[in-house]
C-alpha cells in the first residue's frame, strides 16, 4: 500500500491530489464570489496556465503532485479537497450534496483504486471535504446544510481519539476552509465576522488569530495551502494578510490563481492531501 495519512493542516506535505480546470465554469452561482463572475465567468485557458504554475510550484519544493483525469461534466472537479479527505490514516471519499458535483467521487475512487490506496466511503449522509479541517486531536467540521450529523457521528465512532468541534458559520461562505485556516499548532487566519461568536471564542483560546479583512475574504486570503516548515501558498494580490503572515514568522510563497478564485476556492480548495509528514 501507498504511504497516506494527515494529522494536520500544515506538516509536510509530501503526496497531493489536484484536477486540472479543462472544463471549469460557472453553471450555477451558489456563492458571492461566483454570483459576482458569473456574466464574465471562467477563461479556461488562463485558468489552466495559472493551474500548471502551482503544479509546478509544489513539484519544486519536492511535493509528489497526482492529478485525477478532468470529466467535461464536471465544471467545479478543480476543487478536490471537497471530493475527499485524511484523516490519520484514513482516506474518506466524501459524499458531495450539490447535483451538480454529485459523481466527482466516482473518479477518485478509480484513482485510488488503480494506484492501490485503500479508502472509506461515507455512508449516508453528505460531507465536503472543505468543511473537514484537521489538527492534531482536533478536528474541526463546518456546521453547515452540506454535512450532516450522521456523517458526523461516523466520523466521531471511527476516531475516539480526537476532539470532533463543530463549528458554526455563514453558509454563503459556502465551506469553513473559506473563513477558517490553521497555518500551525497555534496561528490560524480567521474571518470572524462569518463565524458564530461562540465557535471564535473556542478558536481564540487556541490559536493567535490572523484576522483577514472582507475585502480580502472575498479574494479568499484565508483559503491558502501549506506545504510544512512554515511554508505557505497564497495569492500575492492579498496583501495585507500575507504581510500579517510573514510578521507571524511564516515563509510566503506567491502564486496567481486569480482565474480559478472566481468560482470560489483558491488553494486549499484546489488540493487534496494524501500524505503529510
Known amino acids: 500500500m501507498k504511504q ?18 479543462d472544463y471549469m465554469k460557472i453553471e450555477e452561482a451558489i456563492n458571492d464570489t461566483q454570483e459576482h463572475y458569473k456574466e464574465e465567468n471562467i477563461n479556461v485557458e488562463k485558468a489552466k496556465r495559472q493551474h500548471e504554475a502551482l503544479v509546478s510550484t509544489l513539484k519544486r519544493e519536492q ?7 478532468a470529466r467535461k461534466d464536471y465544471p467545479e472537479q478543480v476543487f478536490t479537497r471537497d471530493i475527499g479527505f485524511t484523516i490519520d490514516d484514513t482516506i474518506y471519499v466524501g459524499a458531495l450534496k450539490r ?3 454529485q459523481g466527482e467521487e466516482k473518479v477518485l ?7 492501490e490506496y485503500s479508502y472509506t466511503e461515507v455512508e449516508g449522509g ?7 479541517i484537521i489538527d492534531g486531536s482536533h478536528i474541526f467540521v463546518g456546521d453547515s446544510s452540506r454535512t450532516s450529523r450522521l456523517t458526523v457521528d461516523q466520523l466521531r465512532a471511527s476516531h475516539p481519539n480526537h476532539e470532533i468541534q ?10 469553513l476552509d473559506c473563513v477558517f485556516n490553521p497555518l500551525s499548532n497555534d496561528s490560524a487566519l480567521i474571518y470572524p465576522e462569518a463565524i458564530d461568536d461562540e465557535a471564535v471564542r473556542l478558536l481564540e483560546e487556541r490559536y493567535q488569530l490572523i484576522e483577514v479583512s472582507e475585502e480580502e475574504q472575498f479574494t479568499l486570503a484565508t483559503n491558502v495551502l501549506s506545504i ?20 507571524s514568522g511564516f515563509e510566503i510563497i506567491e502564486v496567481d490563481l486569480s482565474e480559478i478564485i472566481k468560482s470560489g476556492g ?12
Open 63 to 69: 511535493v509528489d503532485v497526482h492529478l485525477l483525469p
Open 4 to 21: 497516506k495519512g494527515c494529522q494536520t493542516e500544515y506538516d509536510t506535505l509530501k503526496t497531493v491530489l489536484l484536477c486540472e480546470p
Open 166 to 175: 463543530l463549528i458554526k458559520f455563514d453558509e454563503k461562505y459556502l465551506h
Open 99 to 101: 447535483t451538480i458535483r
Open 109 to 115: 475512487k478509480q484513482f485510488l483504486e488503480d494506484h
Open 126 to 132: 453528505t460531507i465536503e471535504g472543505g468543511d473537514v
Open 266 to 277: 483558491a488553494f486549499r480548495c484546489v488540493t487534496l492531501p494524501l500524505y503529510r509528514k
Open 228 to 247: 510544512g516548515n512554515k511554508k505557505v501558498i497564497a495569492l500575492p494580490l492579498n496583501k495585507a494578510t500575507n504581510a500579517q503572515i510573514k510578521e
